[in-house]
């Protein structure tokens, strides 16, 4: 049973610049969240997709942008990328039981984001 | 705006000893407590509650919510060095879930 899988495993970009990370959620999983940590930081709620439509958002700017697609796999994308948007980016799927997401969420291994 | 407050931060013991880790929130509209363990990337799912007073276990680990006092607590015994890691608490809110994580408390096992 694959769990989530999450692409590029590190990326190196510039200030100004832009960057799409990838999400392939757990096998069975519908719902996709992501999430920044920055280090030593607990992560960080962006916001979360199911049914290809964006379900809540945290507090972060419109820079911050995703997608998900029919086969539940998602994207996050980072427009005018700043220094502090260096991070390890989160994705974690779970699913829909009853029109409610299940609590428990699988998280990925991430993607190391460097801003130079 | 939630809040999960986790202590100590930081801790250092020897194998054998046991350690207990703490989680404290202010939510709305709680629906869980999660723990996790985080040690190189990906955080792994230790434990999900969501009545007080159960113990939740799992081998050498425990878990119990207090939901009148708005805490939990993580307890390893007979740790281990392999139990070094970042120990995440989050709380899931509101119908879709949102999880709001504390800071992590960062455990090392000394042989």
């Known amino acids: 049973d694959a769990g989530v899988t999450q692409s590029p495993t590190h990326l190196i970009k510039t200030r100004g610049q832009q960057v799409t990370l990838r999400c392939s959620p757990k096998s069975g999983h519908d719902t996709v969240s992501w999430y920044q940590q920055a280090l030593g930081q607990g992560p960080q709620f962006i916001f979360q997709?199911?049914?290809?439509?964006?379900?809540q958002r945290g507090n972060f700017p419109d820079r911050f942008s995703g997608h998900q697609f029919p086969n539940y796999s998602s994207e996050l994308n980072v427009n005018a990328l700043l220094l502090g948007d260096s991070a390890l980016y989160l994705c974690?799927?779970?699913?829909?039981?009853?029109?409610?997401?299940?609590?428990?969420?699988?998280f990925g291994p991430g993607t190391r984001l460097t801003v130079l | 705006e939630d809040k999960v407050v986790q202590s100590p931060l930081s801790l250092v013991v020897h194998e054998g000893d046991t350690v207990t880790l703490n989680c404290s929130y202010e939510?709305?509209?709680?629906?869980?407590l999660l723990w996790y363990k985080q040690e190189k990337k990906a955080p792994t799912f230790l434990f999900m509650l969501?009545?007080?007073?159960i113990e939740k276990k799992s081998g050498r680990l425990s878990s119990i919510l207090d939901k009148k006092e708005l805490f939990s607590i993580l307890n390893i015994t007979a740790t281990q060095t392999g139990d070094s890691a970042v120990y995440l608490c989050?709380?899931?809110?509101?119908?879709?879930?949102?999880?709001?994580f504390g800071k992590g408390i960062t455990l090392s096992v000394r042989p």
């Open positions: 997709y199911y049914e290809e439509e964006e379900r």
């Open positions: 969501t009545s007080s007073g």
């Open positions: 939510v709305t509209n709680f629906r869980s």
């Open positions: 974690a799927s779970s699913a829909i039981s009853g029109f409610v997401v299940t609590d428990t969420q699988y």
């Open positions: 989050a709380v899931s809110a509101g119908a879709n879930s949102k999880l709001t």
